[in-house]
């Protein structure tokens, strides 16, 4: 796995675990998390591995667009991911909020070892980069 090819693979993985997959052949959230991982969710829980699964096995899955996908390398197989989900229901628009999650490269898969949701302040229009 090259830094080069990463960008666009966290991005799938993102996009699998908010959307979920049809595909039988892809890894599911178990394989994507890595044992240790935990989130600290928009409301300020905090949730581990099994608790995350529970959730995203009992809940519709979030629609939404990733806007402003980010990657910053803080370890040679360490991906800091950082974007803005902005919501897309018809009815009644979910306010955006940035998520953040830690990925490691480890034996041959990226896992994901943590992950923050945090609602955004203020409308998300025209963001610049912040990750250098």
Do not use: C
């Amino acid at each position: 796995m090259t830094h080069r090819d990463a960008p666009h693979l966290l991005r799938i993985l993102e996009e699998r675990l908010l959307h979920g997959s049809l595909d039988p052949e892809e890894p599911g959230p178990a394989a994507l998390l890595a044992d240790d991982f935990y989130e600290i969710g928009s409301s300020g829980r905090l949730y581990d591995k099994a608790e995350t699964l529970n959730r995203l096995n009992d809940e519709a899955r979030r629609d939404g667009v990733i806007r402003d996908f980010q990657v910053r390398f803080v370890a040679p197989e360490v991906a800091l991911v950082v974007y803005l989900l902005m919501g897309t229901e018809e009815d009644e628009p979910a306010a955006p909020t940035w998520h953040s999650s830690i990925w490691q490269y480890h034996h041959g898969r990226w896992q994901i070892r943590f992950h923050q949701g945090t609602p955004a302040a203020g409308p998300a229009v025209e963001l610049a980069s912040f990750l250098p």
